[in-house]
């Protein structure tokens, strides 16, 4: 069964942090990497972080120094502790396999960052 469960959103003061979780079936977290994504209305959806199984990651440039994402195996989690946020930071964030499993997204966790 796939399933993706994002959780840790919230409402935030800029320079604030937030962690996010997510739960995935094993079917997707044993995919070659995990990533978080993020969605503005109005705006496609974006790749922000992702982590191989080797525990390499990547990050995109609007968040490189301030975010970082981690994977724990043994619970198929996945996180992204996000640190210094910005007002520009704020969206639905969602985690998913890199490239993400056709079709399918979980619920996604809100994210606002007042100024």
């Known amino acids: 069964q796939v399933q993706l469960v994002e959780s840790g959103g919230g409402l935030v003061q800029a320079g604030g942090s937030l962690r996010l979780s997510c739960t995935a079936s094993r079917s997707i977290f044993s995919r070659n990497a995990m990533g978080w994504y993020r969605q503005d209305p109005g705006k496609q959806r974006e790749l922000v972080a992702r982590?191989?199984?080797?525990?390499?990651?990547n990050y995109a440039d609007s968040v490189k120094g301030r975010f970082t994402i981690s994977r724990d195996n043994a619970k198929n989690t996945v996180y992204l502790q996000m640190n210094s946020l910005k007002p520009e930071d704020t969206a639905v964030y969602y985690c998913?396999?890199?490239?993400?499993?056709?079709?399918?997204w979980g619920q996604g966790t809100q994210v606002t960052v007042s100024s």
């Open positions: 982590i191989f199984t080797s525990g390499i990651t």
């Open positions: 998913n396999g890199v490239p993400p499993v056709i079709n399918y």
